[in-house]
């Protein structure tokens, strides 16, 4: 393993520079101060007067056919002006041109060269004119590249398309004239390239020669692809001899907030694009990601003061006491991310040493006291996380809820992907139950509806038990089970309906409504909703005798749905007695005036439903309104029923069986005070506090309110109100 680590990292050290074949980018604009003989000195942007005056100086520009110069309009076809006719005034140009030549060179991964640019001519294309696919021939001794600058003119048309090892990159300089910036593209001679057809106005560009100036190997695009092929084969046995992810570290930090394949340093992105690539021919999955390196520990004692509240983040580490190395900020892709992926730094495949140098996040906390400072380092470095099928079907087990439904929605856009073990793998966490937790609560599971059906299982939800069954109904969101109903049909619906609700509960009821009105409303499987909803009454009573305690109180949606049922589908005096009696067994004001009666009052027809519930609401409003609260006869208070603070309640059982005293100053040291705070805390009574700060030990002033009778109160104005609304509804 460690000898194909090393092969991998000596492919990856073979990338050099950006690995781009083709730079393309501006510069800021200066007067190149071009003087063109027989013409003068050029004006900017280079208008059609000048064109034209250019292109009499101009000659048809040939082609180099083999060892000819061939003149072909229907292969070439624009004016040049040889090199001899051009010169340029001041050192402006030349500054412009350094400034080029010293922005490729890292681009075109030319750092070890001198290169310098040779200017060979002038082209003036106009309307029309292009140039088909072709490559550079050498004009001259060490040229190994073109560069092409644009002169600010107005024109449309005429891209630079560059084209080499399966990649096309397009330099397009039309927006950059409009912004008088210098635009430029550099490219290898080695690159086939054309110039599409100038369709508007004059496209007017400079052509130098790239020439290296020392005596030494010839500068060559880097072929990613070549390689991509070296790489597979190692790829191939490391994965057959390893059954973990292989963690490839590039050569650069990132911040997770600009952490990006475009974002990438150098080199970093094309050794990325090489291992991406070699683990597609490989037939692995790769994904871009932030390996973490965290170290905290002290700083060298002569760095900080015991006295310094704050601590230099600079400050070099003389101690490490706690590191750890993981794996976060997972770049987004078509492949889902992993989690559960423990590693060693000697897992990793990487050529420098860890936390070595500066961490591109730094932390201190200051003197604490009882320890000295803290200085934390966060080293964040961009990395390509490369394993194979079987790999994957092993990790599959171990993703949260949230990834495993990643993959399962991976595999339904992919299925060409998925193998047999990764199959057996989705099926058995499937009927075993994925791996949810409590946060997990209201995470769609729709994607199984479409792995169901992209696998033409239709047995699935029969085989599974009750308990994982009803989930599953729940967490499929409504749409997705119309598709289901579509595909599993009439029949195998129905048993699935008659399984999720032998052992009833209120999201399956709820769910199972929403569903049956969509059915409804789309008007399928007219059988299929009528018999649900003959079974209706039945489900809420049983929803109604497990509710006892707390009541069974439903939703507005589930109400809607209910009140659309009955008014499109008509059902019995029975049917219409019976779900009244359980909408309206659970007496709660908060269930009554705030969910029942306003989605009463929104249905614009009176059904036979609505109408009893109706009644049966204004019966309870008005038992309301009959009996309005009266404010206590005295301030007599009852003494709670708890088994906590037995000293305290004592303290004050006097206080509270006072027919006439409001007020009551417990003066105690604070630990006292304390206590009898939290006991009047720990229940629901008519005491205020506030703390009197006179005097020593202070003093806990405990004042008797009104509050529960104004609020009595405040309900009772409520219910009155809502009585009259009512009435103006009823029939």
């Known amino acids: ?57 101009a000659y048809k520009a040939p082609y180099g056919k083999g060892h000819d110069t061939v003149l072909d ?25 350094n400034k080029i030549i010293k922005k490729i060179k890292p681009e075109l991964g030319l750092e070890d060269y001198t290169i310098s640019a040779h200017l060979y001519k002038l082209l003036i294309y106009e309307k029309d004119d292009f140039f088909l696919l072709h490559k550079d021939s050498e004009k001259e001794k060490g040229m ?37 910036d210098i635009s430029y593209a550099a490219f290898y001679a080695d690159c086939d390239h054309e110039v599409k057809p100038v369709t508007s106005g004059y496209r007017i560009h400079l052509i130098y020669n790239l020439v290296q100036q020392k005596s030494a190997k010839k500068p060559q695009p880097f072929s990613l692809e070549t390689c991509v092929e070296e790489l597979v084969p190692i790829l191939k046995e490391q994965q057959e001899k390893s059954a973990e992810p292989l963690i490839v570290l590039l050569g650069h930090q990132y911040t997770p907030e600009n952490f990006s394949q475009d974002s ?50 600079d400050a070099e580490m003389e101690e490490v006491y706690e590191e750890s190395l993981y794996i976060e900020n997972w770049l987004k892709s078509d492949v889902p991310e ?91 966490i499937l009927y075993q139950g994925l791996n949810s ?41 409504t749409e997705h089970w119309l598709e289901l109903v579509d595909f599993l049909g009439e029949i195998v619906t129905e048993s699935i309906f008659d399984r999720i609700t032998q052992e009833i509960a209120y999201p399956v009821v709820a769910q199972l409504l929403s569903v049956l009105y969509k059915l409804h409303e789309q008007g399928k499987y007219n059988a299929l909703p009528a018999s649900q909803i003959d079974k209706l009454p039945r489900y809420l009573s049983v929803l109604l005798e497990n509710s006892k305690e707390k009541g069974f109180t439903p939703s507005a949606s589930v109400l809607q749905n209910i009140f659309w049922i009955e008014s499109s589908i008509p059902q019995s005096e029975a049917w219409c007695e019976r779900i009244t009696e359980i909408l309206t067994a659970t007496k709660q004001r908060n269930y009554i ?55 305290q309640w004592a303290i004050l059982s006097d206080f509270l069986a006072s027919p006439d005293k409001q007020v009551y100053d417990y003066r105690a040291v604070q630990a006292e005070r304390s206590e009898m705070e939290a006991a009047i805390n720990g229940v629901t009574m008519d005491l205020i506090m506030e703390t009197i700060k006179k005097g020593s030990p202070h003093t806990l002033r405990i004042t008797k309110t009104q509050a529960a009778y104004r609020q009595k109160l405040k309900e009772w104005d409520e219910d009155v109100a809502l009585l009259e609304h009512l009435r103006k509804a009823l029939p």
């Open 437 to 477: 937790s409590d946060r997990d609560k209201n995470i769609d599971h729709s994607i199984i509806a479409d792995w169901l059906i992209k696998r033409n299982d239709k047995e699935f939800f029969l085989k599974l038990n009750k308990e994982l069954c009803q989930n599953y109904f729940v967490k499929i969101d």
């Open 73 to 97: 309009s229907a292969v070439r076809s624009t004016w040049e002006i040889d090199a001899d006719k051009l010169s340029f005034k001041g050192n402006q140009w030349a500054d412009v041109l």
């Open 593 to 647: 005036n705030h969910v029942l009666v306003p989605q009463l009052l929104q249905q614009n027809e009176r059904t036979p439903l609505i109408n009893k519930l109706l009644l049966v609401c204004e019966r309870y409003l008005q038992e309301k309104a009959d009996n309005q609260p009266q404010p206590p006869a005295d301030w007599r208070r009852e003494m709670p029923n708890v088994k906590g603070h037995k000293k």
């Open 264 to 313: 990438l340093e150098l080199d970093d992105r094309p050794k990325a694009e090489l291992l991406l690539r070699a683990a597609q021919k490989a037939n692995c999955y790769a994904k871009m990601c932030l390996v973490t390196s965290y170290l905290s520990g002290s700083p060298f004692s002569d760095s900080w003061d015991y006295y310094d509240e704050d601590v230099d983040e």
């Open 338 to 428: 992993l989690n559960h992926i423990e590693f060693e730094e000697e897992d990793l495949v990487v050529s420098f040493k860890l936390a070595d140098g500066d961490p591109i996040v730094k932390e201190s906390t200051g003197y604490m006291g009882n320890w000295g400072p803290d200085l934390m380092h966060w080293y964040h470095y961009g990395a390509v996380v490369i394993w194979s099928h079987e790999t994957n079907a092993a990790l599959l087990q171990k993703q949260n809820l949230q990834g495993q439904l990643e993959w399962i929605g991976y595999f339904n856009e992919h299925p060409e992907a998925l193998t047999n073990d990764e199959l057996k793998t989705i099926e058995r």
């Open 1 to 57: 393993m460690e000898q194909l680590k090393k092969e991998i990292a000596n492919c990856l050290n073979a990338v050099k520079g950006s690995g781009k074949f083709v730079s393309i980018d501006t510069v800021k604009f200066v007067f190149p101060g071009l003087t063109v003989e027989g013409v003068g000195e050029i004006a900017y942007p280079i208008n059609e007067a000048q064109a034209k005056v250019l292109i009499q100086q």
């Open 144 to 180: 190994f590249g073109t560069l092409v600058i644009g002169l600010p003119s107005t024109y449309t048309g005429g891209e630079l398309l560059v084209r080499f090892d399966g990649e096309e990159k397009v330099a397009d300089f039309t927006a950059s004239s409009d912004n008088y």
